[in-house]
């Protein structure tokens, strides 16, 4: 009889801590839900309206102004598979991103080991370091086209060349990646800064007791403990790259490049929408693309996952 007591008592107080904690979790969301409330209307009205704004009228024949569209179904996609100027702007786009990415990490990287090894006035070279990337992009791709102006330009003139940089297809695309090595660097440079100021100096102590020299330091204890560092500068180089816009455009003119060199997937897309008028095209595109950097950043979150399923 007792033990049936306990029992039953035991039962009570175990369904009266479960109530409680749910009241405390519905009190909870209560008060955390005005919080967050601002938050979710701006993300719903500037970004799930206008993604399934767009995924509607992908299936139209929708113009700029908006009237008259009608329903087409799925041609608009057919019609962007089968579009060869669609491909040759994807594959600019990739082409600068396959230059960028490899040498900002590389670059990065480097510029933190000079910071974090630097005894003297780090915060200035800290700051030259991150600096051009608070400059707002129109003013860095203005700044460089400049710089690389044929018979004006500063780089031709201290370097003693004669290179069109932004009138031969040759060029273009390298005169726009090394702008933004230049402009963005410094973003994954503070990531890598970071990182290297989270490794514990005592691991660097011992290797040396061990007889390690600076490279077996940096290649046994440095790169492996900044590898999700490595990972995720390039999971976001990649997707800002496969972005390109800004920098391209100003320093074109407004335009795709010699012979459409430097054309990006989003320049033809703006193009389609808003110099030839087909919204419904244009809308059409912008969601493979989206399909597109979802696919990479999932390849990214799978690798990620799978290799820290491996090393467990």
């Keep these: ?12 107080r175990a369904r009266t801590a479960a109530a409680s904690a749910t009241v405390r979790r519905k009190q909870g969301f209560q008060h955390g839900g005005w919080f967050v409330a601002p ?15 767009g995924v509607y009228l992908s299936f139209t024949d929708a113009n700029i102004s908006g ?9 608009n996609y057919r019609e962007a598979l089968n579009d060869a100027a669609m491909w040759d702007a994807l594959g600019h786009s990739a082409y600068f991103t396959l230059l960028v990415v490899p040498c900002i990490t590389v670059l990065a990287f480097l510029l933190a080991m000079l910071a974090h090894h630097i005894e003297h006035a780090t915060w200035l070279w800290r700051l030259c370091f991150f600096a051009p990337f ?58 890598y800064l970071a990182a290297l100021q989270g490794i514990p100096g005592h691991l660097y102590e011992a290797a040396k007791l061990d007889g390690a020299n600076a490279w077996h330091r940096m290649v046994h204890i440095t790169l492996p403990l900044l ?7 390039i999971a976001l180089q990649i997707l800002a790259s496969l972005q390109l816009f800004d920098q391209a455009v100003v320093m074109m003119d407004f335009g795709p490049g010699p012979e459409l060199s430097t054309r990006s997937f989003v320049q033809y897309t703006l ?38 399923e491996g090393t467990r």
């Design 1 to 12: 009889m007792a033990t049936s007591a306990q029992t039953v008592v035991a039962h009570a």
């Design 271 to 308: 193009e389609q929408g808003f110099t030839s008028y087909r919204v419904g095209y244009a809308s059409a595109m912008s969601i493979i693309f989206f399909v597109l950097i979802a696919a990479v950043a999932l390849t990214r979150m799978w690798l990620l996952r799978t290799r820290e």
């Design 39 to 53: 938050f979710l209307a701006l993300f719903a009205l500037f970004v799930i309206w206008p993604l399934l704004r």
């Design 227 to 233: 590898r999700n560092i490595t990972g995720l500068v």
């Design 134 to 191: 608070l400059l707002p992009s129109t003013v860095a791709a203005n700044m460089w086209q400049w710089l690389f102006t044929q018979g004006i330009g500063l780089v031709n003139e201290t370097f003693g060349l004669q290179t069109p940089w932004l009138t031969d297809k040759s060029y273009a695309m390298l005169a726009i990646v090394i702008t933004t090595l230049w402009w963005t660097v410094g973003f994954s440079f503070l990531l």
């Design 67 to 75: 009237e008259g569209a009608s329903f087409v179904g799925l041609d």
